[in-house]
């Protein structure tokens, strides 16, 4: 029997600041939700004119973690101490395998002064932490898309089966079986998506979703939305509305984090510490 997810909790984002002086909403990353096994945070950076982009995001390190961007509209540009050199634009995605160890940048690139996009933390598994970085991005062309009546969507990350068939996006990633799906309601309109992953998110960045078909319960704009386990998920709107999915399996490994270096021990992230400052991750 089919068992619909249920909204256990309803989370705010917070006004932040990163970088050198980008300004940007903290969806997740902070307080009781920071490890939402195996997402570690979900930043929302929006902004009209530089004001609130400061200088970007100059050169820094990571081990441990795989970061995903992704730009609804404008875009980054990325360079890492591999020698890789590449910027994404509207409805592209970044990703990174931080792995042992990586130094990057990125800057923004606004679109006519406009500039929507959100990052992501995935934890990586013990096992997988020292391997070797690695840097990639997917044009919005290559990305799967789908819509139904009312809705429509984009597969950014994982696999998904709509009304029998089975999409899959170009970056999957086997032991967590992350999924991130951007879905728009074009101004009303009912979903109901088959997601079996242990855990399951929603965040509205734009207008406001009601959850399932009888709890009445509503998800406001820069809200989180924390769900049950369960098999299918029912979202629907009455307005246009903008919504991120991460659903995903959790490792549940130990984790220490020290900013941007993400292990399993207290000795392990002061190992990556004084590694960085040797200048080993440049090697």
Do not use: C
């Amino acid at each position: 029997m089919t068992e619909v997810r249920s909204l256990l909790e309803v989370v705010s984002a917070r006004p932040a600041s990163d970088g050198a002086g980008v300004k940007l909403k903290r969806v997740m990353g902070t307080g009781s939700h920071q490890l939402m096994d195996p997402f570690l945070m979900l930043d929302e950076i929006k902004a009209d004119g530089s004001g609130d982009l400061g200088a970007g995001f100059p050169a820094h390190p990571h081990r441990g973690i795989e970061t995903l961007s992704y730009m609804k509209v404008g875009g980054f540009r990325h360079e890492d101490h591999l020698g890789n050199q590449r910027t994404i634009q509207s409805g592209g995605v970044q990703w990174m395998k931080s792995g042992r160890g990586i130094v990057h940048s990125e800057m923004p690139v606004p679109e006519n002064d406009q500039l929507h996009g959100f990052q992501i933390w995935l934890n990586m598994p013990a096992a997988q932490k020292m391997s070797p970085p690695e840097y990639s991005d997917i044009k919005a062309s290559d990305l799967p898309v789908f819509s139904e009546a009312g809705w429509s969507g984009r597969l950014l990350l994982g696999e998904l089966e709509i009304d029998g068939e089975q999409l899959s996006a170009p970056l999957k990633r086997e032991i967590t079986e992350p999924l991130l799906l951007d879905l728009v309601f074009d101004g009303n309109g009912t979903m109901t998506l088959p997601l079996s992953q242990k855990k399951l998110m929603v965040f509205v960045y734009r207008g406001q979703v009601k959850v399932g078909s009888k709890s009445g319960r509503i998800i406001g704009n820069s809200e989180l939305g924390v769900f049950s386990e369960g098999d299918e998920l029912e979202l629907s709107a009455e307005e246009k509305a903008g919504v991120l999915i991460l659903a995903g399996n959790p490792l549940n490994e130990p984790v220490v984090q020290y900013g941007p270096f993400v292990m399993n021990t207290r000795e392990e992230v002061m190992q990556a510490v004084q590694e960085y400052q040797r200048g080993e991750f440049l090697d």
